[in-house]
Every structure is written in C-alpha cells, then in structure tokens.
C-alpha cells in the first residue's frame, strides 16, 4: 500500500485543524488577587522548606504604600481572599493582612511578604525590608522577581507558570523542594 | 550461570555510579503529583524527560489520566481505560486478557509497548509482554497513568520502543487514601478490596492494599482444551488476587526512602505465545526501594534497586500438541541518576543502570533449571534547555550494552530452521535518542516536534525457547536476531480555550521500524501429514503515518466533562521475500479509531458512559498447531459501550452500576483453539457485564 497519496491529504487535514486552531490575541491579564492566584500562593508555601514544618502560625502580608492610591484597599481584599481560602499546610493556620511598606517595621514581620504589581515603582525599598527582616517574597508579576526583588513569581495566563529567584530566596534564608524548583523558570 | 559477566559488569556499573556522584548530585522520584497537580492546575509528570513538568510542557505526545479520571471511568482494568486515547490501540480476548500497543503493530503478546508501576517495570522481559492482570495494585490506589506515544528507550531503556505506560501510585506520605469496595455482578463476577493508608508519624507513612477478585470468562465460541493448572478455579473462570505495601520515610529534611512490595497470583484463560488459547496459572512478586537525597545547589541523586519474580505455569494443550511447561523470570535492576542545574535553564540528567533478567524452566532446554541470562549496562544523559520564554528543547541519548548467557544447548537435531548457532550467546551495545522542540506561542498554545528511536530487544523466550511441542512441531527461540529499531518524528499542536472550557490539538506522525520481529513458520511433511517449525525472525521493515486529533473539556457549567478523539493510520509493509515470513502489519491494523467518553455529576448523582468506534480489519497470524500454521480471519469494525451510573449515598459512600460493551458482542482479536482433532480459528466474543459496586472511603 503507498503511503505517498495519502500523506498529501492528511497534510490538507493538518492545515485545515491550524487555521482552525490558529492562537489569537491574548487577553489583558487580571491585575487583583483571584481565588485562584489566592490558592496558588498557598499551595505553593507546601513546597518552601521551613515554612511546611513550622509550628502554629503563618502569616502573609500583602504590601500596599499609602504613597499609592488603592493599593491599601487591593491589598486588604488580597488578604481576606488568602484567608478565605483552604491552606495546603497540614498542621499551620495561615494568616493574611494587608502589610504597609512605611511602617513595615513596626511589629511583628509577616513571613511571606505579597508584593502586587502596582508597588513596581517601591521595588529598592522593598528589596531592603525584605531582606533585612528575612522575609520570603512573592507575586503575581514575573518582573518582580526578574528584578531581583521577589524569590516567587506566579503567573496564571491558560496555564500556571512559576518563576524562582533562588539567590533573593537564600537570602531570605529559605530553599524549596526540588521537584518545585525543577519546575519553576528559575531567573 | 557464570559470574565474571555480571560481575564485570556491576564493577563497571560502580565506576560510573562514582563517577557520576562525584561530577554532581541529581534527580528525586519523590515527587508529590496531588500538590503539584493542584499548584500547575493540570497533571504533573517526570516520564518525558525524568525531571518533573506539567503535562502542556512536555516535549513527547502525551496524555495524563488523572485520579478522578479514573474513578468517574468505572473501567475495571487499565488496557479499559487506556483505549479511550488517541494512538492507544487496545484487542481483548479473554476478559482478564487484552494485548495493549501505541501506534499500530499491535500482536498477540504486545511486546513493544513498555509498562511501569512508579518507575519498576511490570512488562514482561522473560516473554516480551505485559499481563495486565498480574499487577499488585488496585485501580483505587492510582493516582495518575501516563501515556507516552512513541519511543522513549533513551529514558527508560529498551522496549519502550513504541511508547511507555506509567502507573503512578498515591505517595502515602502525601496522599491519604483508604478505602473498601465490594462488587458484584453478572458473569460470575465478584470482588473484595480495600486499602489503608497509615501515617505513623509525621516523617513516615504507609498504605497496605489487598483485592481478591473472580468472574467467569467470556463465552468462548470454540471452547478452549487445555488441562487445568494447578490450583486452577473452575473451567473457563477466571481468579486473582493481590496484595501490595508502599512506604514513605522522610529520614531527614532533604533524604527520602520509599519501600514497596507485593504479591499477585492470578489464574484464568489467557493467550500463550504463538496465538494459541491456553490455561495459565502466573505467580508474581517485588520488591522494591528509592532512596533520594536532594543536595541542594548540586542537584538531587536517586538511587533506585528492584527485584521482580514472576512464575507462569502454562497448561497442557489437549492431544498434547503443547505440553504443560513452567518458567521463571527475574528481573533485578540498579538505577542511579541525578538531576541538576549547572546554569540557569538549563537541567542536565545522569543516568545509569543495570539489569540482571533470568529466566529459567523446562521451556529452556529439557531440565526445569535451565536457564538464560540476559545482562544489560546502561549509560544516558538527558539536556533539557529553556532557550527563552516560548522555545525550550529537550535532547536524551542512552547506549545500552547487552550480553546474554545460557547454559543449556538447544536441541535442533531435526529442526527445519536454518539457524546457524543455536548456541550463540547474543550481544551488543544500542544507542537510543530522543529531541524535541517545543515552541509556545502564547500561554494557551504551543508546538511541538520530536524524533526519536527506540529499540525492542529480543525476549529471553524470543532468543532462547526451546520446546518439544509436539510429535509434529517444534518452537525455537532464535539467537541470531537483531534489535528492533523504532524511528518517529512527530508533530504536535495542543490549544488552551479557557473562556470555552476545553482544550483541543493535533498530532500527525511519521514512523519506521526496522527489522521487525515477528513469528515465523516452517512446514514440511507430506500432504495429509503435516508438520511444521516455528521461531523467530527480523522479518523486514514496516512505515506508518498516524494522524490523531483530541479536545476535551467541561461545559454544563462544569457538570458534565467530555473527552472525544479521533485516530488515522496507515501503515505499509515491507518484507522480505521469505515466503515463511507471513507477517501482515498493515491489514490488521484498524485504519480508523472515534472515542467519546462523557462524565455528568451534578449533586449526589453521576453518569458516565464511553464509546468506541474501531473499524474492520484482516488479521493474520503464525500459529502453534500443526493443522493450521497460519490463519487469517477479517475481524469486522464494532462499536463498543460502556457505561455507569453512580448515586453517592454520603460524601464518602458510593454505589455504582457498571455496564460493560452495552452496544454489541464482538470479537477484537481472533485466536486459535483445537477442537476434537481439527483445529480451528475462533475468539470470544466480548459478552454484555453488569456489575454493582459499593465503595466506602475512610
């Protein structure tokens, strides 16, 4: 039986499914916390070595400036949807609040710090903080941590993509499983 | 058995395992696929390149069957569930009995597809087959099974010359699964199971399994004559029964050790090689440990040794034209690998292996402690390269050095078979490769092409089986044979419709195999007293073109999840003008393949059914018997149905009614029986089966 014929009309067929298939345009990517970044953050905090056998208590601050209108309120909705959600972490209760950047250092340091996309133009106050309280930072915009300011970036476009800073993370004095970090982009 | 052979061969082995250690550290099998199936949003996997990696980022055709895939399915067994994808081509026989292949070429005694439990392979080598039946663990205690189409031999070593089936087990230390199932049903059919996970402490947990399971065949339209086996259930039934322990121990922060064993006894009608019908009895244990030390900086090392036993009693044929034989197959394997990241991007994988397969029994040679070896020492090296945020490119390559051993010479005083050495003790050194591209043009989309070559190695019963058949016939393993060789590259396109809820793609693949191995046939003997031979040879080479198209996703406001695929092959032989070599690849391979599973839930109650379209073909095969040597029969298309209905009595309670090849009873792979003192071609047709289930989680 001769393969050539065929082949010729199964080429068509394959033309035929790209066209219809074709990519289009992307969306304009969700800037605010969703449920479902909420549980990926969370999820993700199973994978960082320290944190997944801590006793009692995790908190999360999620950053705002009172330099940057709306950001308080961002962060404060960022917190309750944290909280809302179900931790992975078999025995730690998760705390979410919303964190300010001025008067970070009053109190207790959260241990992971949410940094929103909108606190771009703090990122050199933020590095400092960070890692002079030894704070695990994370967020939504891969630029965060190609900027060396973040250790974990995530990113939910059609699919979940994971960014890691593993030198800004052993600063914050922390390392992840190795089958996280084998499948995060490491930067 | 001599012993410098495989000594030399371990002392090698050592020198590159320290070698290796001292380059780097590598690579972790403790991977947790609930938490990182939750984090990606899809399923995860390390079958593609040994590193793990969302399933949309492979750079092999793949598919994942989840978890919840599975339990919605109702499938009783896996070659049930593996026939629902594209490429996968599924022909059962016997109810507890189904020859599973990737991308055509699918024979009796499937010996091209390679099947793994969490990493230990449970194909065959003794034979060149899987025997779904005899694994130890039970549908409820799978996590996900992946499907890799096409070679893969540079990762998994030597016959993963077609593709790979990975069964990926819950991970007691992350996975808290208990259960207990009754079922019972039409056919005789009846089943007890269960499972418990156990978390000693918080560095330590293990799950124990057990099942015991029996029905009755389906109704044979010629019946089969064979003598029971020992311990055998009543004719034409069929009974197994398993038991399995997986253990975890987190011994420090970045040091993990899993130890698994089990045992399963299973026996029924089954298919014997050279397509004859038979009775069987099959014994199979391991045992299993990994231990994985992630180092940090330099990489995460694996190091992974198991033993496989398997014992397979096989019936005598009725006028003795076969008589009972047993034989004994063991696999030991060491594996060492390592993972790790010299730059940025770039993850580089180390591996190396060795295999000790033994088989031994009557069926070799004339005394049961005749015995074969084969000894494998292998070496691979996987590159995986992220070149920028859309291209990343994956390169593996394997040599592989084999040698065998046998202490029995065969007896071909009268054999009809030119074979110039019966004595030879085979060997030689393959290489396998696999590379892929793959390009993501956006978040939702990306593109993929791949090559590879994959090799299947001659069985120990392909090289070596030596048996007195009859007064008319004889088998002989042949020494003399060469590797298989699979060449595939593949095209693939996968598209993301998230504000639609599904997902869709194509894959169009060219494919060459040469020196194909296949069964071939002597006859001789005057007219009315016919007599023949029979072996194995390289009988040629064989093209093929797949075409396979696939979408799947939810809609009904995520109450009703549908996964549809089509699959077109085409396939062209090319043998050589032997007129013994009576091959036929290309008509018995189904040139068209639909499949549509549907799975509604909404509040306690849930409906799924799936349905299959594969369309006619004509089937040929070499058959032990000396009346009919050769037959081929036309197996015409069939549609078949399955399907279930489920009410959750509470959360954790369910009762379910399963429906099994609703539509129609059909034949899917013909075989031979003898009946009184004519032989004749027949099959079962797969009967209608209900079956009630209740399963309680815990």
Redo the contacts between chains.
């Keep these: 039986m001769g393969i050539s014929i065929k082949i010729r009309s199964l080429l068509l067929g394959i033309g035929l499914i790209s066209i219809i298939l074709a990519p289009s345009s992307l969306m304009a990517q969700e800037r605010s916390v969703t449920s479902g970044e909420a549980r990926t953050v969370l999820n993700t905090l199973k994978y960082i070595r320290g944190i997944e056998r801590k006793q009692g208590e995790v908190m999360i601050g999620v950053l705002f400036s009172e330099d940057i209108p709306g950001s308080e309120v961002l962060a404060r909705r960022a917190a309750q949807e944290l909280e809302s959600q179900k931790n992975s972490l078999k025995k730690i209760k998760v705390r979410a609040v919303k964190a300010s950047l001025r008067s970070f250092q009053q109190g207790l340091p959260p241990d992971i710090l949410i940094v929103p996309s909108l606190m771009a133009g703090s990122y050199p106050r933020i590095k400092e903080v960070s890692r002079k309280n030894k704070v695990i930072t994370i967020s939504l915009d891969s630029a965060c941590v190609r900027e060396q300011v973040c250790a974990i970036g995530i990113e939910s476009g059609g699919s979940t993509e994971i960014y890691l800073n593993e030198k800004v993370l052993s600063e914050s004095g922390y390392d992840v499983d190795a089958a996280f970090k084998y499948m995060a982009i490491r930067l | 058995m001599k012993t410098t052979g495989p000594m030399k061969m371990l002392t090698a082995l050592l020198a590159v395992c320290m070698i290796t250690a001292a380059a780097t550290p590598v ?2 099998q ?3 696929y609930t ?2 199936e ?5 399923p ?1 996997t390390t079958s593609a390149t040994g ?4 399933v ?2 492979v750079p092999v055709s793949m598919d994942i069957i989840t978890d919840k895939e599975i339990r919605s399915s109702g499938a009783q067994d896996i070659p049930d569930l593996l026939r629902r994808y594209a490429g996968v081509d599924v022909a059962r026989n016997f109810r507890d009995h189904a020859d599973v292949n990737i991308r055509g070429y699918n024979q009796p005694y499937a010996n091209r597809l390679l099947v793994l439990i969490n990493g230990r392979q449970v194909y065959m080598d003794l034979f060149g087959m899987t025997l779904w039946n005899s694994f130890p663990v039970r549908m409820d205690e799978i996590k996900q099974i992946e499907i890799v189409r096409g070679p893969n031999s540079s990762l998994f070593g030597f016959n993963a010359a077609s593709g790979v089936i990975n069964i990926i087990t819950y991970n007691p230390m992350y996975d808290d699964v208990s259960d207990v199932r009754l079922g019972y049903g039409s056919r005789g059919y009846n089943s007890f199971g269960g499972m418990k996970t156990l978390n000693l402490r918080d560095d330590m947990a293990v799950r124990f399994s057990g099942e015991r399971t029996g029905y009755d065949e389906f109704p044979h339209n010629e019946r089969i004559n064979s003598t029971r086996v020992p311990d055998a259930p009543a004719k034409n039934a069929f009974q197994k029964e398993s038991l399995n322990m997986d253990s975890q121990i987190r011994l420090t ?2 040091i993990f050790a899993r130890i698994e064993a089990g045992y399963n006894q299973q026996r029924g009608d089954n298919l014997t090689i050279f397509n004859t019908a038979r009775a069987t009895s099959t014994h199979s244990r391991h045992i299993k440990a990994d231990l994985s030390y ?1 180092s ?1 900086s330099a ?2 090392f694996d190091l992974t040794a198991y033993h496989n036993f398997n014992h397979m009693t096989v019936g005598r044929h009725r006028f003795n034209t076969f008589p009972e034989f047993s034989i004994a197959n063991r696999l030991t394997s060491i594996q060492l690998s390592n ?1 790790f ?1 010299p730059y ?2 770039h ?1 580089i994988r180390l591996s190396a292996e060795f295999r000790n397969n033994y088989g031994e029994g009557n069926a070799l040679g004339k005394s049961d402690d005749d015995n074969f070896t084969i000894n494998t020492l292998s070496g691979g090296a996987m590159w995986d390269w ?1 070149i920028s945020d859309h291209w990343s490119m994956d390169n593996a390559v394997r040599v592989d050095h084999w040698s065998t051993d046998r202490d029995f010479t065969m007896d071909t005083s009268d054999t009809k078979i030119n074979l110039p050495s019966l004595d030879l003790e085979p060997g030689g050194t393959e290489f396998s490769f696999n590379s892929g591209i793959v390009y993501e ?5 990306s593109v993929r092409f791949s090559v590879g070559r994959g090799l299947h190695v001659p069985s120990i019963v392909e090289l070596a089986f030596d048996e007195n058949t009859s007064a008319f016939s004889e088998l002989y393993g042949n020494p003399t044979l060469n590797p298989e060789v699979n060449y595939t590259a593949d095209l693939g ?1 996968t ?2 419709f ?1 504000d639609q809820n599904f997902s ?3 894959n ?1 693949v060219y494919q060459r195999i040469e020196d194909l191995i296949a069964p071939t046939v002597r006859e001789f003997g005057p007219p009315g007293n016919p007599k023949a031979d029979y072996t194995f040879e390289n009988v040629g080479n064989s ?1 093929a ?1 797949f ?1 396979e ?1 696939f979408a799947k996703g939810t809609c009904l406001d995520k109450t009703l999840n549908w996964n549809i695929n089509y699959t ?1 092959s ?3 032989d090319s043998g050589s003008d032997n007129p013994d070599h009576r091959f036929n690849f ?1 008509d018995a391979q189904p040139d068209h393949k639909i499949n549509l599973a549907l799975d509604y839930k909404k509040g306690p109650f849930e409906l799924g059914t799936d349905v299959h379209f594969v369309s006619g073909i004509k089937y040929s095969a070499v058959t032990a018997d000396f009346f009919n040597s050769y037959y081929q029969k036309d197996v015409s298309a069939y549609v078949l149905l399955n399907a279930r209905a489920a009410y959750n009595i509470t959360e954790n309670t369910t009762l379910s009614l399963n429906g099994y090849n609703l539509a129609e009873e059909h034949e899917e792979r013909p075989y031979f029986v003898q009946n009184a003192l004519i032989g004749r071609d027949g099959a079962n047709e797969l009967g209608r089966t209900v079956v009630m289930s209740l399963q309680h989680r815990f």
């Design positions: 690579k972790a403790n991977v947790d938490g990182l939750a984090l990606y949003n899809e995860v590193k793990p990696q969302p949309s980022k922060d970045n992630d940090g990489g995460v993972l990241s940025t991007n993850n992220r043009v956006d978040p939702r989309s396109y598209r993301k998230p869709a793609g194509s169009i093209e073109v075409l198209l077109y085409l396939l062209s290309e």
